[in-house]
Structure formats: structure tokens, C-alpha cells
């Protein structure tokens, strides 16, 4: 009896301090993953910031020999493409987007779009091969709106076929452009990687 | 009668959103089960879903999908729809964002 309680008494203290260990461990663990991945971002915007530097440098240089050539000076003009260009001055810190996240923000573009509209454009833009559904839609853009790379809205319109509810469009941020900018440029980078 | 007629016409007039959603174009399984379901949902987002809902419904209808088909797909939007709110509420619970958002 008595060992039975001596035993019973040792197990159950065992678990307790096991189970505080777990706990606190898990807590450790979170904030230094946490602190990593903002270092890792903090490196990832340094590197893409010098690159678009050179690429602006690189534009502006095009640029003013053309302009001399004509003999005119005008305002540097970018591409198409780098004329939503980041500007570097703001501040950004933006939390980096996971996979699927990523797939809604470039469905979303530079357009206002709702749930089922962004859901369409995936399946339409890969013929069928890639789909999102409602399951996945909806946290994904909940945390892209906590991550601050998208904002939404609800449209005016009124639609018969939804009984009166308003549609939800979803818009990218500053943040949002930024990150699918980035990720373009750094795709873009890995493409024409060379080893030194 | 009454009963049925009464369930058609009901409105929806849920926290959060600005109209009254008339649910009676539906289905069976949107007209009575996603009504009741539709007051469990987070009020942020319970309009946004529920329209969503709505309009898959009636282009399914208008594409002459057969009714069944339609219930059975409301049947499984709706239990999707219950999973995400529980994964939005649980997920904002456990938010660590200790360092905070800069």
C-alpha cells in the first residue's frame, strides 16, 4: 500500500515536471523561431533592396544616354514594370507569405477581387490544375489581411443570386505589391544566377 | 403550409452585416441549415460566407445541376465553412505576435 502511494506519488510528480518542461520548451523554442525568421526576412529585404538599386542605377543610366541623345532632359521613366517599383525610402517590414499565401496575392493582383472571383482565376489560370478551396480561401486571406498585405472592402453592388449579402473584395496593400514584387525579383534573380 | 412558406421568406438579419439576407432562392439544405448555421459564424465574415454560399447555390441551380447534387455540395460548403471559423477563432486565440507587428 504504502509503496503503491510512494509510487503513485513519484509518477504523478515525474509528469507534472515533464509536462512543465514541454510547455516551457515550447515557448523557448517559438520566440527564438520567431526572432530567426525576423532575421532572416530583415536579410532577405537587404539583399532584394541591393538589387533594386543596381536595377534602378542600371535603368537610370539607360535612360540619361538616350536623353542626351536627344537632348532633352526628362524625368527617369521606368518600364511598365518598374513603375509600381518599391519605393526604398518606406519602411517596410513585411511578414513573409507562405506558398499558398503567395498564390492568393499574385490571384488578387493588381485588381479588387471577392472570395469566389480570386478562386475562378486560380482555376482558370492553370486550366483546371490548381484549385483553392473554400477551406483554405478563407484563413488564407484572414491571415494575409493580420499580415497586412491585403485589405478588404464591401462592394456596394446589390446581387439578386446572393440574396442581398454584399460582396467582400479583397485589395493588396503597399505591403502586399512589395511582396509579390519581391517575390518576381527574386525568381527573376534565380533565373539569371551565375556562380562566381 | 404556413411552416414552409414562413421558412422560404424568413430573412436573414445576422450581427455585422448591413442588408437582410433572403436565403428563400436556395436550397433545401441552404434555406434551413445554413440559416442556423449562419448565426455561429464569426460576424466579420458571416455575410461575406454565407453570399458566397448563396451564389454558388444559384449558378449551380441556373447550370441545371440536379437538386440533390446541389444540397450535397451546400451540405459539404456549410461543414467546410463551421471548420474555418473554428480554425480563424482558434488560430486568432493562439496568436503569439509577441514582437508585435512593426
Not at chain 1, 473554400?134 to 472592402?153: D, F, I, Q
Request: proline content about 4%; charged content about 20%.
Amino acid at each position: 500500500m504504502v509503496t503503491k502511494s510512494f509510487f503513485n506519488i513519484v509518477f504523478l510528480s515525474f509528469i507534472r515536471s515533464l509536462s512543465i518542461i514541454v510547455f516551457l520548451s515550447v515557448i523557448v523554442f517559438t520566440s527564438i523561431q520567431r526572432r530567426e525568421n525576423k532575421a532572416l526576412i530583415t536579410l532577405e529585404k537587404w539583399s532584394m533592396r541591393t538589387y533594386l538599386n543596381s536595377l534602378q542605377q542600371t535603368v537610370k543610366v539607360e535612360y540619361m544616354s538616350n536623353a542626351r541623345q536627344q537632348s532633352e532632359v526628362k524625368t527617369a521613366r521606368a518600364a511598365p514594370e518598374e513603375q509600381l517599383a518599391i519605393n526604398s525610402n518606406a519602411p517596410r517590414k513585411i511578414k513573409k507569405p507562405t506558398p499558398r499565401e503567395q498564390l492568393v496575392l499574385f490571384a488578387i493582383g493588381y485588381h479588387e477581387r471577392y472570395g469566389l472571383e480570386i478562386q475562378r482565376a486560380i482555376k482558370d489560370c492553370s486550366n483546371g490544375s490548381e484549385s483553392i478551396s473554400v477551406g483554405s480561401l478563407y484563413p488564407t486571406l484572414h491571415n494575409l489581411e493580420k499580415k497586412g498585405l491585403v485589405t478588404s472592402r464591401f462592394g456596394d453592388e446589390v446581387v439578386k443570386e446572393r440574396g442581398g449579402a454584399r460582396r467582400r473584395y479583397y485589395s493588396l496593400t503597399e505591403d502586399g505589391l512589395y511582396a509579390i514584387k519581391s517575390i518576381q525579383q527574386y525568381q527573376s534573380a534565380l533565373l539569371t544566377w551565375q556562380p562566381s | 403550409m404556413p411552416s414552409n412558406q414562413s421558412s422560404n421568406t424568413r430573412a436573414l438579419s445576422l450581427p455585422g452585416s448591413r442588408p437582410d439576407i433572403d436565403c428563400s432562392s436556395g436550397v433545401w439544405v441552404v434555406r434551413n441549415i445554413a440559416q442556423m448555421v449562419a448565426y455561429t459564424l464569426p460576424s466579420k465574415y458571416a455575410e461575406e460566407w454565407l453570399g458566397d454560399l448563396l451564389e454558388v447555390n444559384n449558378n449551380l441551380i441556373q447550370a441545371g445541376v440536379p437538386r440533390w447534387k446541389i444540397n450535397a455540395i451546400a451540405l459539404l460548403r456549410i461543414a467546410q465553412l463551421i471548420w474555418v471559423a473554428c480554425q480563424i477563432t482558434w488560430s486568432d486565440f493562439i496568436d503569439t505576435d509577441w514582437d508585435g507587428r512593426e
